[in-house]
């Protein structure tokens, strides 16, 4: 069964090429380790909420877009060893690849899928 990693992220708005590229990279070297699939979505209609919404879970600023996006690898056991080769990779060091965006604030999450229509 494929696993889904999800992620959250605010990123300037002014560096979307930036993180465009950063993306296509960063893609790249995930599929040597097993990904099967990347999506990234760029936010053009995601309000705050009167409670949470994403912008609030990120602490979006309001030079900052908020970023979706997802892998799916395809399973558990294939993501779990690919993360730790993927952490331990120099190709995915900051000084060689670094994030155009506050890593503090991104919201990421291991998913099984339960329907997919």
Same mark, same amino acid.
């Given at each position: 069964?494929? $696993?889904? /990693?999800?992620?959250?992220?605010?990123?300037? @708005?002014? &560096? *979307?090429?930036? $993180?465009?590229? $950063?993306? %296509?990279?960063?893609?790249?070297?995930? %599929?040597?380790?097993?990904?099967?699939?990347?999506?990234?979505?760029?936010?053009? /209609?995601? =309000?705050?909420? %009167? +409670? @949470? &919404?994403?912008? =609030?879970?990120?602490?979006?600023?309001?030079?900052? @877009?908020?970023?979706?996006?997802?892998?799916?690898?395809?399973? %558990?056991?294939?993501?779990?060893?690919?993360?730790?080769?993927?952490?331990? /990779?120099?190709?995915?060091? =900051?000084? @060689?690849?670094?994030?155009?965006?506050?890593?503090? *604030?991104?919201?990421?999450?291991?998913?099984?899928?339960?329907?997919? +229509?």
């Amino acid at each position: 069964m494929n $696993y889904i /990693d999800g992620f959250i992220i605010p990123v300037p @708005t002014a &560096s *979307r090429e930036i $993180y465009k590229s $950063y993306a %296509k990279k960063s893609a790249a070297l995930f %599929k040597e380790f097993g990904v099967i699939s990347i999506v990234e979505c760029w936010g053009n /209609d995601v =309000q705050p909420g %009167k +409670l @949470t &919404s994403f912008p =609030q879970a990120v602490m979006c600023k309001d030079d900052e @877009t908020v970023v979706f996006s997802w892998m799916t690898w395809p399973s %558990k056991e294939v993501r779990d060893a690919a993360w730790e080769k993927i952490m331990a /990779d120099p190709r995915f060091a =900051q000084e @060689t690849l670094p994030m155009p965006f506050d890593g503090k *604030r991104l919201i990421y999450g291991g998913f099984e899928k339960l329907v997919e +229509l």
